[in-house]
């Protein structure tokens, strides 16, 4: 196991780590999370050993291999296949060995070993994962010089998967992959056979993969074991307990502290205010949890406009040669909110610039509002921000006759506060750089805001603060995005973007995942059982109707009694010593509780899919 023991830290004088200890058991798949800037890719590089410790220790299992990301995979002529290959080192090594080899015995060795790591069934293993990570068998014959930096990072996990080292170490790996190949990634790291710590701000990775939470808050660390939900939740539960306690222990030291204040100097009562004076210093403080600061955005509202906003009639289009899409008779209102989904190269961004006017239709009939403006972001725009520039500069050029106050209130509008503003953008995180494209694009209050990937770099608050502000604004929205979490509170309209049609899919998000991960060849069969599916009776429907709202009466029953419990839990009184016992039957009825609520869940959706069904 991975056992991290009292570790301190400092980086330019301000400290990561100040007696952090955490043990991580192996096997365990763990999201590591916490704020940006708090400390999480320290902790890998302390982990890998590239930087060394002040205090405490790390200790892995002896000969425990441990891999991660290359920063980028060199832009070289070896093939793909090749290059994922050459990552497993002891393959390498021995197949290189084994042409050479003299000595009977040795080879004899080799062998044994090359077969003990199935090394011959190497290519296939290779290639199923950069299958998986959106690249054809065509594909992976190419050199890695044919690819831009974005393609070759995902070579270089490809690379690192393959290895399968003993603890895999993963930072923001879905940052440079697409939807299907996010959802690839969290299939395939579920049944990964060793340690793996991932920083990550999906939430649907940290809730389907991992099977537990490494926290690191105020230089510590804490571990939690369950998904991400349950440890926000957890988390949300102790700090309620934990302010209350605060603000009961304060209410206690006023009381003592007024005591002495009036009878220190009286004869008659002196002995007691000494006797006070000595509990408030023997009294340990209890700090509540500083609240996490509100992370926001402020998207300015457009004026509303006639629907639709715009109108396609057979539309097609391309980049000069044959048409990527083609026949396309879409419509776009003002209050639509629409997921493009399709695997990679099928023509979502190719859709996304001919709806933002970057491309010019090839044939058909494109109408747009004349009033229309449209706000768009892409991820490759993030890097095409003046990296010698402030943000304050930044909207000087785009607002020359606003004065600093408003443009600074627009860039507090993003999270972005008076340290940031005045900042050099090359000195900025990921985040805060996403912030100020993000700004760029709906500073003139459009109609339609296209998203190509929001998300990249933004952490789980700055997530959670982009959906309120999407939910709230009053313009459409066209969002491709890997965040399941995202999409799903957003987007009220799929559409697939396929084999060059953009067509409305009707089934949800969780239906598109279970295809992703299938493939399609699973799914056709099964679209061909559910047309022979007699369509139930009237009564048969009012009989599942009635199931339903059983199973919600449960629900909210349970949720009341949930809600109760958490409260008395939150009573300071009740963490006294004497009451210890009383706590213990406390916490295991609010176990039932749970466990009552998770089955309930789970009848409650069964009961839902099989009225939709009918329906």
């Not at 996403?434 to 998300?455: F, G, M, N, Q, Y």
């Amino acid at each position: 196991m991975l056992r991290i023991e009292d570790i301190t830290y400092n980086v330019e004088g301000r400290p990561l780590f100040e007696g952090a200890s955490a043990t991580i058991p192996t096997g365990h798949k763990v999201g590591l999370v916490g704020r940006n800037g708090a400390g999480k890719t320290t902790l890998f590089r302390l982990i890998r050993g590239e930087l060394a410790l002040e205090g405490g220790t790390i200790s892995l299992p002896n000969r425990a291999r441990i891999g991660g990301v290359a920063q980028e995979v060199p832009s070289s002529s070896t093939s793909l296949i090749d290059t994922v290959l050459q990552a497993d080192e002891e393959r390498t090594a021995l197949l290189a060995e084994a042409e050479t080899a003299k000595d009977p015995n040795r080879i004899a060795e080799i062998q044994a070993r090359l077969s003990d790591i199935d090394a011959w069934s190497a290519e296939g293993r290779a290639a199923s994962i950069l299958k998986g990570l959106g690249f054809d068998a065509e594909a992976q014959k190419r050199p890695c010089s044919d690819f831009s930096g974005g393609w070759r990072m995902r070579v270089a996990l490809a690379g690192v998967l393959f290895a399968q080292p003993d603890y895999l170490l993963l930072d923001e790996p879905t940052n440079y992959l697409d939807l299907e190949g996010a959802l690839w990634l969290e299939s395939y790291l579920t049944k990964y056979p060793h340690t793996v710590l991932i920083i990550s701000h999906d939430r649907g990775l940290l809730n389907r993969a991992v099977t537990g939470i490494l926290h690191l808050d105020q230089k510590k660390l804490t571990y939690w074991s369950g998904p991400y939900d349950q440890f926000a939740r957890q988390v949300a539960e102790r700090r309620a307990v934990l302010q209350a306690e605060a603000k009961k222990q304060e209410a206690r030291r006023a009381h003592l502290q007024s005591f002495v204040d009036r009878f220190k100097a009286k004869a008659s009562k002196a002995v007691q205010a000494q006797s006070r004076v000595k509990m408030l210093e023997k009294m340990e403080t209890i700090t509540a949890p500083e609240d996490a600061k509100k992370v926001v955005f402020t998207f300015p509202a457009p004026e509303e406009l006639s629907p639709p906003i715009i109108n396609m009639e057979g539309a097609a289009v391309g980049y000069g040669g044959p048409a990527v899409l083609k026949n396309l008779s879409l419509r776009i209102d003002q209050d639509d909110r629409i997921a493009l989904l399709g695997r990679n190269g099928e023509g979502k961004s190719t859709l996304s610039k001919l709806l933002a006017g970057k491309l010019d239709a090839m044939a058909g009939k494109i109408t747009r509002s004349t009033k229309l403006r449209i706000g768009y972001f892409a991820q490759h725009q993030v890097d095409e921000l003046y990296i010698d520039e402030t943000p304050l500069q930044h909207l000087q050029r785009q607002r020359p006759a606003e004065g600093q106050p408003r443009l600074r209130a627009r860039l507090a509008g993003f999270g972005l506060m008076a340290d940031q503003a005045e900042t050099v953008v090359g000195r900025l995180s990921g985040g805060q750089k996403a912030r100020l494209s993000l700004l760029l694009a709906t500073l003139d209050a459009p109609h339609l805001l296209i998203l190509d990937e929001p998300t990249n770099h933004l952490d789980i608050e700055s997530r959670e603060a982009l959906v309120e502000a999407l939910t709230e604004y009053s313009g459409a929205v066209i969002l491709v995005s890997h965040d399941m979490h995202l999409l799903s509170l957003v987007a009220d309209r799929l559409w697939l973007v396929k084999g060059g049609a953009v067509t409305p899919y009707t089934e949800d998000l969780e239906a598109y995942r279970r295809m992703l991960l299938a493939g399609d060849e699973v799914e056709k069969p099964a679209a061909k059982v559910v047309e022979k599916i007699k369509k139930a009776s009237r009564d048969e429907v009012l009989v599942l109707r009635a199931e339903v709202r059983k199973c919600e009466e449960r629900l909210a029953k349970l949720n009341e009694m949930r809600d109760r419990l958490a409260k008395k839990l939150a009573d300071p009184e009740l963490y006294e010593a004497a009451r210890i016992g009383e706590l213990e039957t406390w916490n295991k009825k609010y176990a039932e509780v749970m466990n009552a609520l998770d089955k309930a869940e789970a009848l409650w959706l069964t009961a839902q899919e099989k009225l939709e069904s009918a329906a």
